[in-house]
């Protein structure tokens, strides 16, 4: 089992920066890979940014490319999401999400909302 808590979320203006933080415990840390997404009002959720067990090769969705870092702290217990240039459509809930082979863990969620 695996217990993730999103934080840092909150209100920006257009052309700002928010980091989003995911604290796991549970299972070791490094076991799985770990993932971003997010869901707009209205919307089905969507992948946003993934980075394997060892923290290399993230992956991010073309909308966010080149504004958003993924990282993670495998001594820390933490993921993070580093969101600049923000835009009124990156508002969302954001979603932590950790998964290993056929088991998948969820956060609870922040909401980010980019004010225009």
């Known amino acids: 089992q695996v217990h993730l808590v999103e934080f840092g979320g909150g209100l920006v203006q257009t052309g700002g920066s928010l980091r989003l933080f995911c604290a796991a415990s549970g299972r070791p840390f490094n076991d799985y890979a770990m993932a971003w997404f997010r869901q707009a009002p209205g919307k089905e959720r969507e992948w946003v940014a993934a980075i394997d067990d060892e923290g290399t090769r993230p992956k991010y969705t073309e909308s966010v490319k080149g504004r958003y870092t993924i990282s993670r702290d495998n001594a820390g217990n933490t993921m993070s999401l580093q969101m600049n240039s923000l835009k009124p459509e990156d508002t969302a809930v954001y979603y932590c999400?950790?998964?290993?082979?056929?088991?998948?863990?969820w956060g609870q969620g922040t909401q980010v909302t980019v004010s225009s």
């Open positions: 999400n950790a998964e290993l082979r056929h088991l998948s863990w």
